[in-house]
């Protein structure tokens, strides 16, 4: 087996815009989602996509999967994607909500990185964490959501500062927002006008970026946003 990727979020937006990407880059991509459509299991024309049911916040069967892709192949990339996000006031939320956000955008990177990370850095691997504008800014109506991607930053750069020695790239790709399913729990959507909102694959487009650089270059953080700033309330 080639050089290989794993991402998670696969299965939708811009997870699978990422994993087509990286198999037309000639990587091997297990791509992580909680249900795949058969369209999307499809092979890429350069390398081949594996997609690999599982729920990110299973602790235990998604260490033994990573396990098991890594004792068959050369992890070299990790694209951390998948997200949660409930928007509202805080005192609207509850537990349950503050829980998932909480394990999907940052327990669940931090758990993968850590279970890869030998094998990052004896192939002087990318850990590309894709966090959000929200990581720089007050979130009023997103106070959680902020927090949690704030916090898979920082833990992002503080990863690069231990490991670069090793040869390892951390990356925070932090998109504006993006036409994707992520606002299905909000009262607000996207804007109308195509200038109001990033595309996927334009997300995808800054992975392939940090990919094409020389060996000894390292983009450590991008920052995408549309041209307007408008969003559709519901």
Known sequence: MGKTAIVTGASSGIGRKISKTLCCLGYEVFGIGRSFE?????????????????????????????????AN??????????????????????????????RTNLEAPMILTQLLLRQ??????????ISSVTAISSNPHGCAYGATKAGLSGFTRSLFEEARKYGVK????????????????????????????????EVAEAVEFVLSQREGAVVTEI????QLHRIRRN
């Open 38 to 70: 058969a369209s999307e299991t499809k092979n890429c024309a350069e390398g081949r996509f594996y997609p690999v049911v599982c729920d990110i916040l299973d602790t235990n069967r998604l260490a033994d999967v990573v396990k098991k892709i890594a």
């Open 73 to 102: 192949g050369q992890v070299s990339v990790l694209v951390n994607n998948a997200g949660c996000a409930y928007y509202g006031l805080h005192e609207e939320l509850n537990p349950k909500k503050i829980q998932q956000m909480v």
């Open 120 to 129: 990052l850095k004896a192939n002087k691997g990318y850990v590309i964490n």
């Open 170 to 201: 951390a990356v925070t790709i932090s998109p504006d927002m993006t036409d994707t399913n992520l606002y299905r729990n909000a009262d607000f959507g996207v804007g109308e006008e195509t200038e109001s909102y990033l595309l996927p694959e």
């Open 223 to 226: 920052t995408l946003k549309p």
